[in-house]
């Protein structure tokens, strides 16, 4: 029989209502689990309980809160076959990106997975996606940072929260999902990541200034020099369709030859969810790979946000960082041979 660790961070499955609002609520949600029948049948894995202090809306979890699941994950690590983390829908897809990176040579399945609707409501969805995502922990097939939610298992580091009100809020638009849940499970094995044989480690990250910038028509490039300090460690672009900017004016190139001098490193994402980002194929696209920016390829913004947190903590030297951004480190992207 394998046993798992459940931990609840906060996030939608946990609240109940204030007159401001749903709020995080620990007692409620502790009484409500232990209380639930079906989490005592013979079908589920053993299991403990524990939550963080305090429980969060995911939108105001930090690096800070990713660091301290880490932990807790590596902590019981030896103790666990599996673990459970509830989380908050808003940033779920940034956390399992944070997790997989941070948890180094993970050989067990860790499933982050909340709810639309609390635990407290009648048509809360938190019920299924909690005991499945106990299943999936407790059967092990399964070994790295997922995210199990309305019947979609996905690979964290490829997932994005997609909807703000369907039971289905999670996608991975540029790989395949690693299970559907129907009247069974079933598992796409192929597409799981394959195992490295080190051993486990948790790599806590440190609190980088990274910035994220979302291009659209009439934007200014001149208008962020300002902020483009020695403080600034990386800047993820969302870009159009394969890596698209609008005309730069000619203000890109020694805008980012000055700001490469300050060893910020620049990444290029698409604002297309189902995209790979190939600055070579318009010329519009061309700016940014003269001036030296790092292909995003088919990654996730989630995803090469927490990258790049991962790298800066890693290595000190950018353009050690920018090769390695390009590199399949966890699954998070098509190496170029495969695409
Ligand atoms: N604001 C909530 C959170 O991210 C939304 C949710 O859990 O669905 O914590």
Same mark, same amino acid.
């Given at each position: 029989m394998s046993k798992i660790l459940i931990l609840h961070t906060g #996030?939608? /499955? #946990?609240m109940t209502r204030t007159p401001d609002g749903y709020k995080p609520d620990g007692a409620y949600f502790r009484n409500a689990v232990f209380h639930m029948d079906s989490l005592k049948s013979h079908a589920m894995p053993e299991w403990d309980f524990m939550e963080t202090d305090p429980l969060l809306d995911s939108s105001r979890m930090t690096v800070a809160e990713w660091n301290m699941i880490g932990k807790i994950i590596a902590e019981n690590y030896e103790k666990y076959d599996g673990f459970v983390i509830l989380h908050g829908t808003d940033t779920m897809a940034y956390t399992a990106s944070a997790l997989s990176f941070m948890l180094k040579n993970l050989n067990k399945p860790v499933i982050l997975t909340g709810s639309q609707i609390p635990l407290c409501e009648t048509r809360s969805d938190g019920r299924d996606n909690l005991i499945t995502s106990m299943i999936i922990a407790g059967e092990g097939k399964v070994r790295e940072v997922c995210i199990y939610f309305g019947g979609l298992l996905l690979r964290g580091n490829r997932s994005t929260k997609y909807s703000a009100d369907g039971m289905q809020a999670f996608q991975s638009p540029n790989y395949p999902v690693l299970a559907n849940a129907g009247i069974s499970i079933q598992y796409n094995e192929s597409a799981f990541l394959k195992q490295s044989m080190g051993r486990f +480690?948790?790599?806590? &990250?440190? +609190? @980088?200034?990274? #910035? @994220?910038?979302? @291009?659209f028509p009439g934007f200014r490039f +001149?208008? &962020? +020099?300002? /902020?483009m300090t020695d403080r600034l460690k990386g800047v993820v672009v969302e870009t159009f369709g394969s890596g698209n900017i609008p005309d730069d004016k000619g203000v890109l190139l020694p805008m980012l030859t000055k700001a490469k001098e300050k060893g910020i490193v620049f990444i290029i994402c698409s604002q297309c969810p189902q995209a790979t980002v190939d600055m070579s194929t318009y010329e519009a696209g061309s700016a940014f790979r003269k001036a030296g920016a790092v292909s995003g390829s088919d990654m996730t913004t989630e995803a090469a946000v927490a990258k790049l947190y991962y790298l800066f903590n890693v290595y000190d030297d950018a353009e050690r960082i920018k090769f390695s951004m390009e590199q399949n480190i966890r699954g998070e992207l098509t190496p170029k041979e495969d695409l």
């Open positions: #996030g939608t /499955i #946990g +480690e948790c790599k806590p &990250f440190a +609190e @980088v200034p990274i #910035g @994220v910038i979302k @291009v +001149e208008l &962020f +020099e300002s /902020i």
